[in-house]
Every structure is written in C-alpha cells, then in structure tokens.
C-alpha cells in the first residue's frame, strides 16, 4: 500500500514570497491533516478536512495560509505570503473517518524563509 | 487550552531500558498515543492506548496510564541503537484531532 506523499520535499524562498504544498493522501482516507512542525516542538494541526469539507482550521491563520482539497483526494496548502517565522516541517497525514483511527504521515515539505 | 508536556532528552545504555514520560491536562481524552520520529521523516505510530485502560503491552513496548495524575508513560525493553530517534507523546482531541507535546529525544549510547 502505498504511503502519504508530499512534494516538494524542501523549499527555500525569500520572505513576501508564496508557495504552495501537495500532498495525495493514502487511498481511501476520507480524512487529510495539515500540521506545522517548528524546529524543537511537536506538530500543530493547521487544518482538518473530511472528504473536501473543513472539519478544523481553527489554527489556520487565515490572513496567509489557504488550503483545498478539491474532490476530496489531493489537498494543496499554500502561503502567501510568507514570514520568517513560517520557516518548518509541514506534514500531511490521513486517516479513516472517526475517532480512534491510526493518521499516517508523510515525509513532510521542511520551508526555509529567508 | 489542551497541553502535553514532556522531558525533552533521554539518554541510555544499549540493553538498558527506556522510560519516556508525558503529561496531559485533557481529562475527556479517548486516546493517548506514542509517535516516532526519526531525522528527515514523518512520524510513525509506535503505539496507543485508550483511556480506559491502564496498561498495554507490545513486544518491547509497554504503556503505562495513569488518568487520576493525567500522565503517560513508554517503557522500550532492551533498547537498542536503531531506537535512537525523538519520541512524541500525543492526545485525541475532538473529531481524531492529535495534541502533540514537544518530543523527548532519546540517544542510545554503546
């Protein structure tokens, strides 16, 4: 089976700039998460789909951050545009509907802002 | 808001055991989890354990409960290189949402 993919897997731009991330989650997974990872802490849900609906973004800041997931399958996250501070992992995971259901990452797309 | 706390570093000799600890202020928390995190890669799940129980064992993991101080712990058994890497305690929030804490790196030394 195959897993969760991301691409890019590393980006590098200049602050003000935008950029977008994909990631296509395992077949079957009604549920795909975006979460940020800074260097030295845990991951933070950015944003929670189900099917193509937003279950959560309440993390999400909305004045840069954007994210679809069109036909309920792949989901691009995209800043725009980005700071310093926006420098990070960001992992995509899917899982089954409901609670209690294994999230399965991917490699994550590790942003560097200049 | 939700937290999870852990120690950030762990140290130990091969063949020794590894005891990660977490703690948690969610009391309504269905799940607890542990990830594993290795340099460059996503995390992987090594285990979980639901809230009713207070125990859980897989092969050389051992999950320890305790809800009444709201804290987790990871017992690996004879740990070994390959298990160097970061470790992530993780609550469920509503809607399978995970609460991270911010890992605890745990070296193995010969």
């Known amino acids: 089976e195959a897993g969760v993919a991301q691409s890019p897997r590393y980006k590098i731009i200049e602050k003000r700039q935008s950029v977008a991330f994909w990631c296509n989650p395992i077949?079957?997974?009604?549920?795909l998460y975006w979460y940020q990872q800074i260097l030295g802490q845990g991951p933070k849900l950015l944003i929670q789909?189900?099917?193509?609906?937003?279950?959560?973004d309440s993390q999400l800041p909305k004045d840069r951050f954007s994210a679809e997931r069109l036909k309920g399958v792949d989901s691009t996250l995209k800043i725009q545009p980005a700071k310093l501070e926006d420098s990070a992992v960001y992992l995509c995971?899917?899982?089954?509907?409901?609670?209690?259901?294994?999230?399965?990452f991917g490699p994550g797309t590790r942003l560097t802002v200049t | 808001g939700e937290d999870v706390e852990q120690s950030l570093f762990l140290s130990v000799r091969e063949g020794d055991s590894s005891v990660i600890n977490c703690t948690y202020t969610?009391?309504?928390?269905?799940?607890l989890y542990w990830y594993k995190q290795e340099p460059g890669a996503g995390l992987q799940l090594l285990t979980y354990?639901?809230?009713?129980?207070d125990m859980k064992q897989d092969q050389r993991l051992t999950v320890l409960l305790n809800k009444k101080d709201k804290h987790l712990s990871l017992r690996i058994a004879d740990t070994q290189t390959g298990d160097s890497a970061i470790y992530f305690c993780?609550?469920?929030?509503?809607?399978?949402?995970?609460?991270f804490g911010a890992g605890t790196r745990l070296a193995v030394h010969p």
């Open positions: 993780a609550d469920s929030g509503g809607y399978n949402k995970l609460i």
């Open positions: 969610d009391s309504s928390s269905t799940y």
């Open positions: 995971a899917s899982s089954l509907v409901g609670a209690g259901y294994e999230q399965y």
């Open positions: 354990i639901f809230s009713n129980m």
């Open positions: 789909f189900q099917n193509n609906g937003v279950v959560d």
């Open positions: 077949s079957g997974h009604a549920t």
